[in-house]
């Protein structure tokens, strides 16, 4: 697709009911800027040289546009929010209504050349290595009694094991740990990540 044209593979997502006038916004906004527009993950992702830059998505409670390095830019307005605390590079800005977003709009600009010029950098966000991550008791456990799970588990890629051990962590009780670890153990073993 053409730096700054709009990629008609994508136009469906901007029919949404919802946030239909948002989005519009967004999207000439990004689109201003000379970002390819592509679809990738069923959403409007935004490219420069092939390399991701931002994406436009909705919520219920919101639209948002995602910057890919958001950790990396400078967020001089306050603007940029963190999606969950186990996010660590991309950043949102987030919307309810397009009179915000137009409030924003020389901002929003700004910071998308800041995150062109961070990818022409070539930056990368220090990301937490999975070592650094705590893996639940349940799923130790498990791996210290199954040599063939902690084997699998270690050979899987470095964001499939992140994707393991947070959805372990996140139930508060033990029990739902536990159960969440033995529907997964099969799928561990076979080499796939939660959500292959």
Not at 18 to 46: D, M, N, S
Not at 66 to 77: E, I, T, V
Not at 136 to 150: G, H, N, R, S, Y
């Amino acid at each position: 697709m053409t730096m700054g044209e709009m990629n008609p593979a994508v136009d469906f997502y901007f029919s949404k009911a919802r946030w239909k006038k948002e989005l519009e916004q967004l999207r000439t906004i990004v689109l201003g800027c000379g970002l390819a527009e592509e679809l990738k993950w069923g959403v409007p992702c935004y490219t420069f040289q092939k390399s991701n830059i931002v994406l436009i998505h909705v919520f219920k409670e919101y639209c948002a546009l995602l910057f890919f390095k958001g950790a990396l830019l400078n967020d001089s307005n306050g603007i940029v929010v963190r999606q969950t605390k186990n996010v660590q590079a991309a950043r949102q800005v987030r919307f309810t209504n397009v009179g915000e977003i137009v409030k924003v709009k020389p901002i929003l600009k700004a910071y998308i050349y800041e995150a062109i010029e961070v990818q022409k950098a070539g930056l990368k966000v220090n990301l937490k290595k999975i070592t650094e991550f705590t893996i639940p008791v349940e799923f130790q456990k498990k791996l210290d009694e199954t040599p063939a799970l902690k084997k699998a588990f270690k050979s899987l890629t470095p964001g499939r094991q992140r994707g393991y051990i947070l959805h372990f962590s996140a139930p508060k009780q033990s029990k739902t740990r536990e159960s969440r670890v033995e529907k997964c153990s099969r799928q561990i073993i076979n080499g796939k990540g939660l959500n292959d």
